[in-house]
Nanobody
Framework: VQLQASGGGLVQPGGSLRLACVVSRLTTRDNFMNWFRQAPGKEREFVAGIKWREGTKRLADFAKGRFTISRVSAENTVYLQMNSLKPEDTAVYFC???????????????WGQGTLVTVSS
């Protein structure tokens, strides 16, 4: 599988961004698509995951009510819509595939390159 993330940038607090992850060469072991993030000096953490075929979703507690994960199979793309962004959301965001539902980076089997999100006034 190959994953290509995009959509990061600079946004003011309270603003929105939509990240995209284009998926190619999907295999039978890539059942879930996930977003993780890593802030400076912090460990990589789970943000959201979606089961590729069925659309079942899971969000980290900090993401509930603000972030939405979705996928458009025809476009082979997974999106992360982020609203009401806060400075503490500043991080490099990564998309990753996994065979099973996972909330830990060690559960991912393939990673895309990161896209930087900076929330600042």
């Amino acid at each position: 599988v190959q994953l290509q993330a995009s959509g990061g940038g600079l946004v003011q607090p309270g603003g929105s961004l939509r990240l995209a992850c284009v998926v190619s060469r999907l295999t039978t072991r890539d059942n879930f698509m996930n977003w993780f993030r890593q802030a400076p000096g912090k460990e990589r953490e789970f943000v959201a995951g979606i089961k590729w075929r069925e659309g079942t979703k899971r969000l980290a507690d900090f993401a509930k009510g603000r972030f939405t994960i979705s996928r458009v199979s025809a476009e082979n793309t997974v999106y992360l819509q982020m609203n009401s962004l806060k400075p503490e959301d500043t991080a490099v965001y990564f998309c990753a595939s996994s065979n099973e539902l996972t909330t830990t980076p060690t559960g991912a089997r393939a990673w895309g390159q990161g896209t930087l999100v900076t929330v600042s006034s």
